[in-house]
């Protein structure tokens, strides 16, 4: 298996106040280390904390309720949690 190096990062997960810094390296070229790192949707950080991920997300979420409420007007609130499920 192949892995491209410049793509791979390195994430420390940890709860100290004061991490242990190492340097990785993959096939001789050194890893990236990252403080926080998209993957699969979400945003993980150091320590697996939701703060960057709902701080990103919340706005976005906001805006489409917004949108669903001003282009559906008065309707069922089912109608309205069903086109806020499928947009969000």
Request: proline share 9%; glycine share 6%; net charge positive.
């Amino acid at each position: 298996m192949e892995f491209n190096i410049p793509k791979c990062v390195h994430l420390p997960i940890t709860n100290q106040t004061k991490p242990r810094l190492h340097s990785y390296s993959l096939w001789g070229g050194p890893l990236s280390t990252a403080h926080v790192l998209p993957y699969l949707g979400i945003k993980l950080d150091t320590k697996l904390t939701w703060v960057n991920h709902i701080t990103d997300i919340a706005p976005k979420s906001s805006k489409v309720l917004g949108m669903i409420k001003r282009i559906l007007g008065p309707c069922k609130p089912d109608v309205e949690e069903t086109a806020y499920n499928m947009l969000v």
